[in-house]
Nanobody, 126 residues
Framework: RCSCRRLGGGLVQAGGSLRLSCAAS????????IVWFRQAPGKEREGVSC????????QYVDSVKGRFAISRDNDRNTVYLQMNSLKPEDTAAYYC???????????????????WGKGTQVTVSS
């Protein structure tokens, strides 16, 4: 069973940076792609980024390309989302999620998720 803990988040001014962490306990993330989602108030949840289990395939939704970077440290069983040049429209609750097993170099932003981490709030002030 995955207990996906999220770390990071908080309040930051526009243009600032935050790093989110997704750390799993009782479950090895080594063989799983990881997907980050976010949900702003009154909006549907949207996929933000994904990383394959190998770390070689990283994808981003257009609105965060060039600003966000996803990475993983399998030794620490942790996936990170570095968020730079934050904008007020990035304000949302952010979640990490684990999809079913896919190929080592595969990931997709979206689809069915087997496990969800608890959300962490990111608020970007203008």
């Amino acid at each position: 069973r995955c207990s996906c803990r999220r770390l990071g988040g908080g309040l930051v001014q526009a243009g600032g940076s935050l790093r989110l962490s997704c750390a799993a306990s009782g479950f090895s993330l080594d063989f799983y792609a990881i997907v980050w989602f976010r949900q702003a108030p009154g909006k549907e949840r949207e996929g933000v980024s994904c990383i394959s289990s190998s770390g070689t395939n990283r994808q981003y939704v257009d609105s965060v390309k060039g600003r966000f970077a996803i990475s993983r440290d399998n030794d620490r069983n942790t996936v990170y989302l570095q968020m730079n040049s934050l904008k007020p429209e990035d304000t949302a609750a952010y979640y990490c999620a684990v999809p079913p097993l896919v190929g080592r170099d595969d990931c997709a932003i979206g689809g069915h998720m087997d496990f969800w981490g608890k959300g962490t709030q990111v608020t970007v002030s203008s």
